[in-house]
């Protein structure tokens, strides 16, 4: 292990300035630290073994969304399809750095772009999608991508779905044919005029990683980690390379020979060097930003990011430094249950939960009175309001809404045979207390103590945990409480069907088998539900029967409240101009700044200098 004194530091970066350690333990094999000095861009990024150095002001450095704190326990993982390979491995550097869709999507316009597509359309019927890719697309190791490798991967994912996660909608896929190199067919075993959108998009498509078709043969794609440096794996199309990844970092070079410059598709990044840091607590992450040893921070509370806008004004958000400090995502906040495992397969039981909850002062205590209440699993985009309208009735109908109703605990619980004991804590006709554990990722963490005392307060024996490693756990519903948002919702193209899907028993797993995407984790099953979402899947947006039918897939849902939604989520994620400019700005929406979306890569694309 190499690990660097404060001598050390210092002798590296000249007695004369101060440089700032960010990664002060690295790993043995090809293992680097990262020296970056705020005050003076001309210090460089100066490694401990072989990589070359790069100039601070030429370097991006981004710290990864994440449960873990401190490192990174999958970072040899690369295989998005693997269960913990997303969020840590995937989602946090190659997806942005390495990886193209076959096209991207815009969430916050609803507009998209043709990335390795040139162009596509549907048959008549929605049942076929004909996509022609671009000439001159090449793997990161200069090999040819083509036709072959798309329908590889998707059939090889189709195969395979049921031990996979972030599958997207291949279950809809009955085969993808290479015709050429350029182009393939993918055939679907019934009319679906959304599958563009869900499967075929950078909106969490099966697209987030491609398999090469000759590279990968015979290997297992449901549990190999594809990282093999002495084979140049991972593989990717991206204009960046990895060339060190450790439980402290993830570094990617840029491409020389990136296809998109090469072509005149995209321009050749201004960045030569992006790092992927793991996640920090927020006063660490913070400080890394005000002393510019970050240019993306972690999603951080509204006092936190005030705080840093007092320190350092270079730092901004989406929306400048000014409310909301962020965007409106796709992905509602939501109190989750495994729905299959008692006593939350009780859709009464649920009720009883959300009836503890006042939504208005959790979600005020939380957002720090920057938040949005949210009552069911759409994002309140534009596009929807004709939805979203007509959802206010039914939730009238249930008594669904901002305020905590006591009497209506009382009355349900003891419906279900749970009186209170001595201690006001519900327990059942043999004096078991019922106790919950609620799963909290690290970036919802501030909810965790309202939410849990509204909880005690109604009689729920209720805690949270921030633990790493409870997400794999909920993916396979061992851990039946969880808080976290579930997405994507509201995305223009999609209509509602994606959102409403989730929820049908198509993705219903036992308990201990992973969820097959990863927004499934609800394990409800309801057959009227399922029928009626299914007759919404051949129907495109513009047809007057999907509101129709979304009504009454709404009407059971909220009879059922399989999940209850408590707030919208506003991304906050303050951002550096110390030595990039050009970020995504409410004035200038081109892309979402987001650390483990895809979209980001249309950042990295386009950040120029700040000394430009």
């Known amino acids: 292990m190499v690990r660097l004194t404060r001598r050390q530091v210092l002798a590296s970066v000249g007695a004369a300035s101060v440089g700032v350690l960010a990664i002060s333990s690295v790993g043995s094999a090809g293992a680097s630290a990262l020296l970056t000095n705020a005050a003076s861009p001309s210090v460089v990024v100066a490694q401990a073994t072989s990589l070359p150095d790069v100039p601070r002001n030429q370097t991006f450095i981004a710290m990864q969304s994440s449960n873990a704190t401190g490192q990174n326990p999958v970072y040899n993982n690369f295989n998005i399809r693997t269960s913990g390979g997303a969020l840590d491995g995937w989602h946090s550097g190659p997806l942005q750095t390495m990886n193209e869709p076959l096209i991207m999507f815009d969430v916050l316009t609803g507009e998209y772009e043709n990335w390795l597509a040139s162009n596509w359309q549907y048959n008549s019927d929605f049942t076929q999608v004909d996509l022609t890719l671009r000439n001159g697309i090449t793997w990161s190791n200069g090999s040819p991508f083509t036709a072959r490798d798309v329908a590889y991967t998707f059939n090889i994912i189709r195969d395979n779905q049921d031990k996979m996660v972030h599958t997207a909608e291949v279950n809809f896929l009955q085969e993808a044919q290479a015709v050429d190199d350029l182009n393939v067919k993918f055939i679907l075993n019934k009319p679906n005029p959304r599958w563009w959108a869900t499967t075929l998009t950078s909106n969490h498509g099966i697209v987030e990683q491609f398999y090469p078709d000759q590279a990968f043969s015979g290997l297992d794609p449901t549990s190999d980690l594809f990282n093999d440096p002495s084979k140049g794996w ?23 020979d990136y296809w998109g410059a090469k072509t005149g598709f995209k321009p050749m990044p201004k960045i030569q060097r992006v790092i992927y840091l793991p996640n920090e607590d927020d006063t660490l992450a913070v400080q890394k930003l005000i002393t510019g040893d970050l240019d993306m921070g972690k999603i951080v509370p509204v006092p936190t990011l005030k705080s840093a806008f007092a320190q350092n004004p ?59 209440l949210a009552f069911h699993q759409f994002t309140p985009y534009a596009w929807f309001q004709p939805f979203d309208q007509s959802f206010q009735p039914l939730e009238q109908k249930y008594g669904l809404d901002a305020n905590a109703h006591p009497d209506m605990v009382n009355q349900l619980m003891g419906g279900l045979g749970y009186t209170r004991n001595g201690d006001g804590l519900w327990a059942d006709s043999s004096g078991q207390v019922l106790t919950m554990k609620i799963a909290v990722p690290d970036w919802l963490k501030n909810y965790g103590p309202p939410l849990s005392q509204q909880l005690r307060d109604a009689g729920f024996d209720a805690s949270f945990d921030t633990s790493p490693g409870l997400d794999s756990l909920v993916q396979t519903g061992e851990q039946p ?14 209509d509602p069907y994606f959102m409403l899907s989730i929820f049908t028993s198509q993705y219903y797993r036992p308990t201990g088998q992973p969820a097959p995407i990863s927004w499934a ?21 513009d047809d007057p029967q999907t509101l129709t039918y979304t009504d009454q897939a709404m009407d059971l849902w909220f009879k059922d409240l399989p999940m209850i939604y408590v707030s919208q989520l506003i991304i906050r994620y303050p951002m550096s101009t110390q030595y990039w400019t050009g970020w995504p700005s409410k004035d200038n929406p081109y892309g979402f700044p987001h650390s483990w979306q895809q979209e980001l890569l249309k950042t990295i694309l386009t950040l120029q200098p700040a000394s430009a």
């Open 481 to 494: 409480t969880y808080f976290g948002c579930q997405g994507p919702a509201g995305v223009k193209g999609m």
């Open 234 to 256: 991972p593989l990717g199309t991206g204009p960046y390379k990895l060339v060190q990844t450790t439980p402290q970092q993830k570094v990617f070079d840029l491409n020389p």
């Open 314 to 372: 270079k730092i901004v958000t989406f929306s400048g430094q000014d409310p909301p400090y962020g965007y409106t995502d796709w992905c509602p906040i939501s109190l989750g249950f495994n729905s299959s495992a008692p006593p939350y397969d009780n859709p009464q039981m649920r009720w009883a939960i959300n009836f503890a909850i006042d939504r208005t002062k959790l979600v005020n205590l939380a957002e720090s009175g920057a938040g949005v």
């Open 521 to 541: 984790t609800s394990r409800y099953r309801n057959p009227a539900y399922d029928s009626v979402v299914d007759q919404i899947s051949p129907l495109s947006v």
